[in-house]
């Protein structure tokens, strides 16, 4: 009987240790964060969870996560082996009181213990502070060969950088720099001189990542009618609001260097949505241009962009000239300068159409042009265009198009109309590659065109070389002096990828007329790179 009483009071002992291990705290959470350091799990609070711990996701069986660090709702952990965690994986904790899952760290000292607060930054510089550098370096040779007249060669020399946080810094760097050699044979005198322009050249600092600083040469993606600024861009956002201030100098309006006369400051306000069905930005400003110390321009601008529901894309760009000075006199008279309208709409994958209207008038610098603002003033009109463009795609691996531009203003000068009309085949059994035909009507108030255009392309070494042949038939009608020229223009390009970052490409064109051949000669290297730094 005492045996038996000793027997039960045992099993009673050993069930309750054992259904006690089964009956620990579970608490769940979800994976807010991944980082190519830490993973970081929110829970509705983590006042059981110690450092040290381990979490596994739900569909695993062992730890997948180490506990590294905590806040009173979220963890940081590391991973265990080669588990896959992703973003809103649920994941458990069960607290099983003295029995508990650890794995020993090395004794880490009161300085790598973190705050919130640092956990925070981290998670804000590794998801937007990250390296990436993209960048092009180009030499180009394009020589034109007469019969008739002098040769012509030019070099170009192009370097375009983009260098994002580098080193996972707030700073960046973007550049777009052009050299231009000319080099003339026989007894012509040289009509252009050799030239560097910067057309990009900036450092940029975001304080955070709401708030920017960008100095020296750039344009403006917001505001881009402005054209480059040199000098000072400060942007700040507020949610969905932004503000800037720019204070700096025009480049040169001959020669686009720095001026430092011509400085100009101003401010803008705009708002930006993005979401599955609208991303859509609008920008208003006011900007005020100077000659010395006198006013050269002020006027305010409206840049608006829109994508709607993925099918629906609008652009429109507005300028108002807000001052004036003729004889001396000042006025505060509204003028439009610059209207531009355009909108894409995609009706299907194998229909779309884009229409727009532009209506420009020359832009009075009233210091820069002050002898011949009398002039330009009996020349306020407004050259306006339209243009319509239709795609279709009727079957597989044929496009076709249809086109029509019309340029016009009050006096009837500079009026045009240009038709154009395409159709592109492509995978074509047995020659392969693509093959287009394009025809291009033009007539203007001195000229009537006709032009045929044939061209096949293909690759004849996979990822490797590529060729590009055409043939065109131009006909050329000078309307003001009862002339009719035609010729024929043949043209061959090759590009090869030496390797993935590098390119060569030379192309080289005959035309002929009946009075005279010649040649031109384009000859290309590319070296490209891009790299992003890992973590």
């Known amino acids: 009987m005492k045996q038996r009483f000793i027997f039960i009071l045992f099993f009673v002992i ?34 059981s969870i110690n450092i040290g711990d381990t979490l596994r996701i739900s569909n695993k069986t062992s730890p997948c996560l180490i506990v590294k660090n905590k806040s009173s709702i979220s963890c ?107 080099i003339y044979s026989g007894e012509s005198k040289p009509t252009k001189e050799n030239l560097f322009r910067v057309y990009n050249l900036a450092l940029k600092y975001n304080i955070d990542p709401s708030f920017s600083v960008v100095i020296g040469r750039k344009i403006n993606n917001k505001i881009s009618s402005v054209g480059a ?78 994508t709607i529901m993925k099918k629906l894309n609008i652009f429109s760009s ?67 265009g339209l243009r319509a463009r239709l795609n279709i795609k009727p079957i597989k691996h044929v496009n076709t198009g249809l086109s029509y531009s019309k340029r016009f203003q009050s006096d009837e000068l500079n009026k045009s109309d240009n038709i154009n009309g395409y159709i592109s085949l492509s995978k074509i059994p047995i020659i392969e590659g693509r093959f287009s035909i394009n025809v291009n009507y033009n007539l203007s108030n001195y000229l009537e065109s006709k032009i045929l255009s044939l061209r096949h392309s293909r ?15 131009a006909n050329y009608n000078y309307l003001d002096r009862n002339l009719t020229r035609e010729q024929n223009y043949y043209g061959a390009n090759l590009s090869y990828n030496i390797s993935r970052k590098l390119m060569f490409s030379i192309f080289g064109e005959l035309s002929n007329s009946k009075l005279e051949e010649n040649y031109r000669i384009n000859i290309k290297i590319i070296k490209r790179f891009n790299s992003q730094r890992k973590k």
């Open 318 to 384: 507005i300028e108002l000239d807000i001052y004036s000075k003729v004889n001396g006199i000042e006025s505060n008279d509204i003028r439009l300068t610059n209207f531009y309208l355009s909108a894409s709409y995609r009706f299907t994958r194998k229909f779309d159409l884009t229409l727009s209207y532009d209506s420009r008038k020359r832009i009075f610098y009233y210091e820069t042009y002050q002898t011949e603002i009398e002039k330009l003033l009996n020349d306020d009109i407004a050259r306006q």
């Open 229 to 306: 600024i040199d000098g000072l861009q400060v942007e700040k956002y507020f949610g969905a609001y932004y503000i800037g201030l720019i204070s700096g100098f025009r480049p040169d309006i001959f020669d686009y260097s720095f001026n430092s006369d011509l400085f100009e400051y101003g401010a803008y306000i705009g708002w930006k949505s993005d979401n599955k069905n609208l991303y859509s930005q609008t920008t208003m400003g006011l900007l005020e241009q100077r000659n010395g110390s006198e006013i050269d321009r002020r006027y305010t601008y409206f840049q608006h962009s829109s």
């Open 14 to 47: 050993v069930s309750s240790i054992i259904y006690g291990q089964d009956t620990g705290e579970i608490i769940k959470g979800k994976v807010s964060f991944v980082t190519s350091k830490n993973i970081y799990v929110k829970f509705s609070s983590t006042k």
């Open 76 to 182: 940081v952990c590391s991973k265990i082996g080669d588990c896959d965690i992703k973003k809103d994986d649920e994941v458990i904790f069960k607290n099983s009181n003295n029995i508990v899952e650890k794995i020993k760290e090395e004794k880490k000292t009161s300085d790598d213990v973190k705050s919130l607060a640092e956990i925070e930054d981290e998670k804000i510089k590794e998801s937007i502070y990250k390296q990436k550098i993209k960048g092009r370096i180009s030499v180009s040779s394009y020589s034109n060969l007469s019969g008739v007249r002098d040769d012509k060669h030019r070099i170009m020399y192009r370097f375009s950088l983009n260098a994002n946080h580098i080193n996972n810094s707030k700073f960046s760097i973007e550049s777009y720099l052009n050299y231009s050699q000319y």
């Open 459 to 473: 690759t004849l070494i996979k990822k490797k070389l590529y060729a590009d042949l055409y043939f065109r038939m």
